[in-house]
């Protein structure tokens, strides 16, 4: 079992910046593939970014590469996103997942973990 924990989300105005943070607990956490979804009002929920085990290989979404960043510190079991430049269309409940392989390589509904999802709201 893998406990995931959300924190971070918040309001800001477009052209803002959010850090989101994501605590991985339990047995073996730290060997999990990591990654970042997001599911926006009356809208399916999409993969953001992820990053494998070691850190090492990282993927975004087009709609947010160049301006998210993601990250993990290992020693501390926690997953990182770095959000600049944000617009309204960002504005979604954002979710950690950790799964045992990258999250690009299943269906979301088959992925393993997910935390309670922090919301972040970005204001015109």
């Given amino acids: 079992q893998v406990q995931l924990v959300e924190s971070g989300g918040g309001l800001v105005q477009a052209g803002g910046s959010l850090r989101l943070s994501c605590a ?3 047995r073996r956490a730290s060997n999990y593939a990591l990654a970042w ?24 979404a087009d709609s947010v590469k160049d301006r998210f960043t993601i990250s993990r510190d290992t020693a501390k079991n ?19 997942n950790a799964d045992a392989v990258f999250a690009t390589i299943k269906r979301i509904d088959e992925l393993d973990y997910w935390g309670q999802g922090t919301q972040v709201t970005v204001s015109s």
Avoid: H, W
């Avoid at 997001?38 to 970014?49: I, Y």
């Avoid at 997953?79 to 979710?95: C, F, G, R, W």
């Fill in 24 to 26: 991985a607990s339990g």
């Fill in 37 to 60: 979804f997001r599911q926006g009002p009356e809208k399916e929920r999409e993969f953001v970014a992820g990053i494998n085990f070691a850190g090492g290989s990282r993927v975004y």
């Fill in 78 to 96: 926690t997953m990182y996103l770095e959000m600049n430049s944000l617009k309204p269309d960002d504005t979604a409940v954002y979710y950690c």
